[in-house]
């Protein structure tokens, strides 16, 4: 059996030495060892060798192939299964759909979150970048690059939700528990986000209602942040503020004071300023200014600036890093977000100028309901107004009822109020019509109206919902 002019006996392969153990695949020169395999002296020289373990013969993977016998992938045959995956979701009507949803949306006051983006920016996110957002898309990373500079900070990312962005940055802050986050009591953060701090990170939280009824002040935070290294505690890590809430501003003062504080303490500083762009117009400060107190800042692109999806998280670079990993664990890694990344950079372009009217149209739907006789819980520093119709005889169910009845309908909630940057006149004035006309009509059966500023204990919560403003679960 040679093989290239080398001798059979200079092999030995997987051969079994008796009691003494193992010899595998031992080449053997000629001049230098030339044994018998089974004499004494071999043995023990093969004993004293030191043999590196076998390799095991590879044995061949089965393959499995899945196949019907005597047939071939074709599209006549794997046609049923098509027909299955088939779905035409556009309607025959759905010009005159999105026309009238585009009417209703104009004369919805439930939320800002319902603004819809426009032909023009759809028009204008088709041009975007086609790249995966994992890998970096381009026009995503230009807008992290341009929402960082305008914010002031080092970086940014750009996440699904307002949701995702506020807990992805608690996540990132906090480090290693026992540790809490003192937040309003009111916040989104605190009320509205399906208990994530507590589920995402592990944390308390430390709701406070703030004294003065509008905001947080620096009194609030220090009577109530806990700094105690006492085991029964959990320190506070991080202090999250929102502004606008409510649709009401903190004045940067306050701010400015809470950072000082938190900062010399060692606890980060969280803004979820959804709504800051409303505070920027209104207060005409530049974003850097408001967001510069601050360790990191979530904004949004889609409540009340039209865009369909989308916030960024802005804070220094480790921050950002670090807060990309913790929203690919959430699940939060998009692929091509180019789309939606211009339809935020249109919204910041064309849609932000609009929110001065926005306002004025808020100040106008304020004294509309003020001259009428309701209690204004709230007013319009910004998008929302908060408002009791009570002191006049009528219930948030009697309005959102005669309006749904109009022949253009509104859409109405409770005590909110939000106007929007597709908000029409036209439905404000209707609205109006329709609590001044149920005021004269209570007041026609005999109801006497109270003055509103004296009417009732105030509200603890000044956030009162209709039943039926949201679907029911089926």
Not at 54 to 65: C, D
Not at 208 to 221: A, G
Not at 251 to 280: C, F, M, N, T
Request: glycine share 6%; net charge neutral; aromatic share 6%.
């Amino acid at each position: 059996m040679a093989t290239s002019g080398i001798q059979p006996e200079y092999f030995i392969r997987r051969t079994v030495i008796g009691r003494l153990g193992r010899l595998t695949h031992l080449c053997c020169s000629t001049r230098s060892m030339r044994i018998s395999l089974f004499s004494s002296t071999s043995i023990r020289r093969c004993a004293r060798l030191r043999l590196p373990p076998p390799s095991p013969i590879p044995t061949p993977r089965p393959v499995f192939i899945m196949r019907r016998a005597n047939s071939h992938s074709s599209l006549n045959n794997i046609a049923p299964i098509l027909d299955e995956l088939k779905l035409d979701l556009i309607s025959e009507n759905h010009v005159q759909e999105n026309a009238a949803k585009r009417k209703e949306i104009s004369r919805t006051f439930i939320s800002d979150t319902i603004t819809v983006p426009t032909e023009e920016m759809y028009a204008y996110a088709t041009t975007a970048t086609l790249g995966d957002d994992v890998y970096f898309d381009p026009s995503t990373a230009h807008l992290e690059a341009h929402v960082a500079k305008i914010t002031g900070k080092e970086a940014a990312l750009f996440v699904s939700s307002g949701t995702a962005s506020n807990q992805i940055a608690l996540r990132t802050h906090l480090q290693q528990p026992p540790y809490s986050v003192l937040v309003d009591q009111r916040s989104h953060i605190n009320k509205y986000e399906a208990g994530g701090t507590a589920f995402h990170s592990g944390a308390h939280l430390i709701t406070v209602s703030p004294s003065n009824k509008h905001h947080l002040t620096l009194e609030d935070v220090k009577d109530n942040i806990m700094l105690s290294d006492d085991i029964h505690f959990a320190p506070t890590t991080v202090v999250a503020l929102e502004n606008t809430l409510n649709g009401t501003i903190i004045p940067q003062e306050e701010v400015e004071r809470i950072s000082e504080y938190v900062h010399s303490v060692g606890v980060k500083l969280h803004l979820d300023g959804a709504r800051i762009w409303h505070v920027a117009i209104e207060t005409e400060t530049p974003l850097k200014e408001l967001c510069d107190p601050f360790d990191s800042v979530s904004l949004c692109f889609s409540k009340g600036l039209g865009a369909p999806v989308g916030s960024c998280l802005v804070g220094s670079k480790e921050f950002i890093k670090k807060a990309r990993w913790f929203r690919k664990l959430f699940g939060g890694g998009m692929r091509q977000t180019g789309f939606l990344a211009a339809s935020a950079a249109y919204a910041l372009t064309h849609n932000v100028p609009k929110l001065v009217q926005v306002h004025a149209l808020a100040r106008k739907l304020e004294g509309g309901l003020e001259e009428i006789g309701c209690r204004i819980l709230s007013r319009a520093e910004t998008c929302m107004i908060f408002y009791d119709p009570a002191p006049v005889g009528v219930s948030y169910d009697e309005i959102a009822e005669r309006g749904s009845a109009l022949p253009e309908p509104l859409v109405l909630g409770g005590s909110r109020l939000v106007v929007h940057i597709q908000t029409s006149e036209e439905a404000v004035q209707d609205f109006l019509t329709v609590v001044r006309t149920l005021a004269q009509e209570k007041k026609s059966a005999g109801f006497v109206a109270s003055d509103p500023n004296t009417y009732g204990a105030f509200l603890k919560d000044i956030y009162v919902r209709r039943a039926a403003t949201f679907p029911k679960k089926v």
